[in-house]
């Protein structure tokens, strides 16, 4: 699996939109983009992912450039509970193969 | 309804115990796995069992043994604990192999002393 670099941590004013960017130069071609999320005590929460194109759900949005080296997570209207360590990770969809996860960014969002 | 649930949540214990961890999931998934989350955070898969068999078995000293009676439960036994043993464990599921997501539980905070 390819492997990604993400900032260590990251402030954001609450209410507004986050932009967590992701580098994983070395991707492949059949490799996914999955971002987690982690609270403080809890465990990780699946947030989105993609393979090529942008993707939006209830929780956030992924935009993957074009070339795939990198992405951003967007949290559009960020709120206090939004405050996590988010997890971006690279992989292929098949059977035996894991998630593996990186330091991820610590993203504290303030009042 | 919890999707995931371990028991306990917190195992405090002293070293050379044998000690076990339970988890079950009500989604009706086929697999699940066991994670390790470090003092430094870093989360570590150790084991992935689907529809009760074995298929992810990372490097892990062989007093962790995981048994699957069902699908829908993944147990952690361990073996003589050490020090290094302390840790947040986290089981999660996923409705097959490689499934795109993965559903976690609230974890187990293990303490050995």
């Known amino acids: ?111 | 309804d919890t999707a995931v649930s371990q028991t306990p949540k917190y195992l405090v214990t002293q070293m050379g115990n044998d000690k076990s961890i339970k988890c079950e999931q009500n989604l009706g998934h086929d697999t699940m796995y066991w994670y390790k989350q470090d003092s430094k955070k870093f989360l570590k898969i150790m084991f992935s069992y689907n529809n009760k068999e074995l298929i992810i078995n990372e490097t892990v000293p062989n007093r962790f043994s995981p048994k699957s009676p069902d699908k829908a439960h993944l147990n952690l036994h361990i073996n003589s604990l050490e020090l290094g043993d302390s840790a947040v464990y986290f089981c999660a599921s996923s409705q097959m192999p490689g499934a795109e997501t993965q559903y976690f539980g609230p974890g187990t905070r293990l303490l050995v002393l």
Request: aromatic fraction near 8%.
């Open chain 1, 1 to 111: 699996d390819a492997k990604t670099t993400q900032p260590p941590s990251m402030d954001c004013a609450e209410g507004r939109a986050a932009n967590l960017p992701c580098n994983h130069s070395t991707i492949s071609g059949n490799e996914y983009v999955y971002w987690y999320r982690q609270i403080h005590s809890q465990g990780p929460q699946y947030i989105i992912h993609g393979l090529k194109n942008n993707e939006t759900n209830e929780m956030a949005s992924l935009i993957i450039t074009e070339d795939r080296k990198s992405s951003t997570l967007i949290l559009p209207h960020a709120t206090l509970r939004d405050t996590a360590v988010y997890y971006c990770i690279v992989r292929v969809e098949a059977a035996g193969n894991k998630l593996t996860f990186g330091g991820g960014t610590r993203v504290l969002v303030k009042p």
